[in-house]
Nanobody, 122 residues
């Protein structure tokens, strides 16, 4: 059974930082493409960052470039999202996603976590 479990969310003030983690189990990590998505109340889910299996291809949404960094630890089956210079508009539920095929920042990922809440106050 595939399971993706996110952690690291919380409440911070604008300008602060958070590091999200996503641990994958029951899945062939070495053949997966991974991504972070977020969804704010009343808005559609949007891709934030994505990374290929090798880490050689990385994609960021325009609104987070230069502030967020996606990375992975293949030995630990863990995906990370380092978020710096957080803004109130970054407030959302953040989800980890995985798929055997390259999906970039599109939402057609096969596997999803339950999400971790990030709240940024001004």
């Amino acid at each position: 059974q595939v399971q993706l479990v996110e952690s690291g969310g919380g409440s911070v003030q604008a300008g602060g930082s958070l590091r999200l983690s996503c641990v994958a189990s029951g899945y062939s990590w070495s053949r997966s493409y991974m991504a972070w998505f977020r969804q704010a109340p009343g808005k559609a889910r949007e891709g934030v960052a994505a990374i290929s299996q090798s880490g050689g291809s990385i994609y960021y949404a325009d609104g987070v470039k230069g502030r967020f960094t996606i990375s992975q630890d293949n030995a630990m089956n863990t995906l990370f999202l380092q978020m710096n210079s957080l803004k109130p508009e970054d407030t959302a539920m953040y989800y980890c996603a995985a798929d055997p095929s390259p999906r970039g920042l599109g939402t057609a990922y096969r596997y999803w976590g339950q999400g971790t809440q990030v709240t940024v106050s001004s």
